[in-house]
């Protein structure tokens, strides 16, 4: 008989659960590893058993005979059905307490249901974000655990010690909130990471045609960024690929990829919910919009001759003016999608009563994923220094960064449009930060138009109540 030995165990063994199970076993734990196909559970134990304490099994039994009460199993398996066949496998093995970990990307409705049915069993059911891709998973990744309090109490420290470790040493693991919340701010973050890298997209995109840019001296400009307020993993990364030329042409590599953008579906998810709780997401939206945009292959060559202007590359000398002017655009519209997608993250909070530490959101985030950054430190502090803070935009010194910032930004954005170059994230954090801080928006004509076609009442500036006008052309 197998003896329970293992801290923990992880089912799924393909890049993703084999380096999240050496990162355990690296950090001094017991794992038991399993595999529905034995062969990969074999392959992890040939090429790297000997990093560390792994305990292998063929059956679903055996792996949960290995394991110590209360026992904690990983399932790192493709999201969706198969999630749910792991889940029915496992169940009926174990015992009133034990825990079952959900590190894919599930949707975070899928983890609230899967929880759900798993509670009323005894059983805790913890959906964790994991960020950071397979390098994450073996080094540090950041992660988001949702599911009960209890359950945070015999898995956070193992999380903990395998997590990313921020500058300051601490873990990028908290216990985010019940059931789905761990996955819903996992949605969030890759929804941050998409507006992240189309504004980016964008700086890159003005550089290069208004600016006159080449790529090597737009990765230099970079470079530059990165020793600033935008130092970040993604900055760093855009740096690198448009310093890249394609080996087998001698061009560079920015030039030789086709232009459309694939997505596997996280950012989508992010929209659809924003809308769902009625909160502006309009960062994200745009960058989910523009890669569907690139892949409309057909309408972009039905469109291809329309008129409007080509873009004309400024002089070297105006080029550098702008080139700042684009730094400032990119650091405010940064703020703007942030903005945003902490204020989805409090709606939520508030919907599904997850009671979420927004500043340790993005304490987490300091390190491991995709949209780590030295700006996060900034909004852990303003979510410090206020909890209920109602906007990153109110924020003392985020408003006083981007209040210095916009009028280059209001220039960038213009001249984007004068030039022909399509800046949908810029543009569109420009016109939320516009809307956010008008005295009075044409709402109030909107609600005129809706009383007048619909009766559907509206609100007075000078008085309380409901109000309907009769209007001369009632129907
Ligand atoms: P890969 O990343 O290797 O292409 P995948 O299809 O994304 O594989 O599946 C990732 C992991 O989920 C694999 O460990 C896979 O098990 P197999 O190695 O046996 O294919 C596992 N997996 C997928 N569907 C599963 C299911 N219904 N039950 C159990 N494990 C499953």
Redesign the pocket.
């Known amino acids: 008989a197998t003896t329970a030995t293992a801290q923990i165990g992880v089912t799924?063994?393909?890049?993703m659960?084999s380096n999240l199970a050496r990162n355990f076993a690296r950090h001094g734990h017991t794992v038991a590893v399993h595999?529905?196909?034995y062969a990969?559970t074999k392959a992890l134990i040939e090429q790297h058993g000997h990093e560390g304490d792994f305990v292998p099994s063929e059956t679903a039994e055996d792996f949960v005979a290995s394991l110590q009460k209360p026992r904690r199993i990983v399932i790192?398996?493709?999201a969706g059905?198969?999630t749910d066949?792991?889940i029915d496998e496992f169940a009926p093995l174990l015992d009133e307490g034990d825990v079952l970990i959900d590190g894919g990307n599930a949707h975070f409705e899928d983890t609230r249901r899967r929880e759900k049915d798993l509670r009323d069993k005894g059983i805790h059911f913890v959906g964790a974000g994991i960020s950071g891709g397979e390098e994450g998973a073996l080094n540090g990744p950041s992660i988001m655990p949702g599911g009960s309090e209890e359950s945070y109490k015999s898995l956070g420290p193992l999380l903990e010690s395998i997590a990313a470790k921020a500058k300051d040493g601490s873990p990028c693991c908290t216990h985010v909130g019940p059931d789905g919340a761990g996955h819903f701010v996992k949605m969030v973050h890759n929804g941050i990471e998409y507006a992240d890298m189309q504004l980016i997209a964008e700086a890159y995109d003005l550089l290069r045609a208004v600016g006159g840019y080449e790529p090597g001296r737009i990765a230099e400009t970079f470079r530059t960024w990165n020793t600033g307020r935008l130092d970040s993993y993604l900055i760093e990364i855009t740096a690198e690929v448009l310093a890249h030329t394609d080996a087998g042409t001698g061009r560079p590599f920015v030039d030789v990829v086709a232009d459309e953008a694939e997505q596997k579906g996280t950012g989508r998810w992010t929209v659809q919910t924003a809308l769902d709780l009625g909160v502006p997401v309009s960062g994200i939206a745009e960058a989910v919009f523009a890669r569907s945009l690139s892949g409309h292959t057909g309408l972009r060559e039905a469109a291809r001759g329309l008129p409007g202007p080509s873009a004309r590359a400024l002089s070297p000398a105006e080029a550098e003016e702008f080139a700042a002017q684009v730094e400032q655009a990119l650091y405010a519209s940064k703020v703007v999608s942030y903005a945003q997608g902490w204020n989805m993250i409090a709606k939520a909070s508030e919907e599904y009563g997850w009671d979420i530490d927004l500043g340790a959101m993005a304490a987490i985030w300091r390190g491991g994923c995709i949209i780590r950054a030295a700006f996060l430190d900034r909004i852990r502090a303003a979510f410090e220094t206020d909890p209920q803070l109602s906007t990153l935009l109110a924020d003392e010194g985020f408003a006083r960064e981007v209040g210095q910032a916009q009028e280059a930004w209001r220039t960038v954005v213009a001249t984007a449009v004068r030039h022909g170059v399509p800046t949908p994230g810029f543009s569109a954090a420009l016109a939320y930060y516009d809307a956010l801080r008008a005295e009075r928006l044409p709402a109030a004509l909107t609600q005129g138009q809706r009383d007048f076609f619909g009766a559907h009442t509206y609100r007075r500036t000078d008085r309380e109540g409901s109000f309907h006008t009769l209007w001369s052309g009632d129907r």
């Open positions: 799924g063994l393909a890049v659960g595999n529905r196909t990969k790192m398996v493709k059905d198969a066949a792991v």
